[in-house]
């Protein structure tokens, strides 16, 4: 049982390149999310996900995009990576009833340079 | 928009000390309501959570929180803390408007030191 996987842990971007988060769970979840993590700021939510083929954007979209193609993956792609989006992102599941509330990753630290 | 607050940003006490942490959240209706633990370097736990019933609840390693409905708060206590406590402390709402109900809203989180 392996819960919510994310990868890479680390990733360093010139300004300008592209690349994919990954973010996967074996728990069966329907909502999965995906929140950014920045000093002071707390979690903020990016894109989330209520089940296979549905998205919608959070409180900051911008510069990043989402799909839902099965129920167990929830990638995050950056278009151009920015230096504004050096972060922590992490990615969260939960049931429908989000009785147990959500499960997060293990996070992947980004920096744009 | 809906809002989470969290009144301390850090907090520094030391060992045996009595712990509370303040929450409020900005809408009246329907909530649910957690609190998560981030421990340094760790992703975020779930410490405890209130979805309906006894407004007093008891999460992991000694935590307690009370629903006040008519204060939109949720505060986060622990009678004695322990050094192992250190870490930042999330609040978290889940709103139930119709709109967004997947998704939970952030507090910016506080800080606990405690010293040894």
């Known amino acids: 049982n392996a819960g919510v996987t994310q990868t890479p842990k680390f990733q360093v971007l010139k300004t300008g390149q592209s690349m994919t988060l990954q973010c996967a769970q074996d728990?069966?979840?329907?909502?999965m999310s995906w929140y950014r993590q920045d000093p002071g700021m707390g979690l903020r939510l990016i894109h989330y996900?209520?089940?296979?083929?549905?998205?919608d954007q959070g409180e900051v979209p911008n510069g990043y995009n989402v799909s839902r193609s099965t129920t167990e993956d929830f990638p995050l792609r950056l278009l151009s990576a920015a230096p504004s989006q050096t972060s922590v992102y992490f990615c969260?599941?939960?049931?429908?009833?989000?009785?147990?509330?959500?499960?997060f990753g293990s996070g992947t630290r980004l920096t744009v340079v | 928009a809906q809002s989470v607050s969290q009144h301390n940003h850090h907090v520094i006490l030391s060992e045996a000390a009595s712990l509370e942490l303040g929450c409020n959240y900005s809408?009246?209706?329907?909530?649910?309501l957690f609190w998560y633990v981030q421990y340094p370097g760790q992703h975020l736990q779930l410490l405890l959570k209130?979805?309906?019933?006894?407004?007093l609840v008891k999460g992991i390693k000694g935590f307690e929180a009370e629903f006040i409905k008519s204060k939109f708060s949720f505060n986060l206590r622990k009678p004695s803390v322990q050094w192992s406590d250190t870490a930042e402390y999330f609040c978290?709402?889940?709103?139930?408007?119709?709109?967004?109900?997947?998704?939970?809203?952030f507090g910016k989180g506080t800080k606990l030191s405690v010293k040894p």
């Open positions: 969260a599941s939960s049931y429908r009833s989000m009785n147990y509330g959500y499960t």
């Open positions: 728990m069966n979840h329907e909502y």
């Open positions: 996900s209520v089940g296979a083929g549905i998205t």
């Open positions: 809408y009246g209706g329907t909530v649910n």
């Open positions: 209130y979805f309906s019933g006894d407004p």
């Open positions: 978290a709402v889940k709103y139930y408007d119709g709109g967004s109900q997947g998704n939970l809203i």
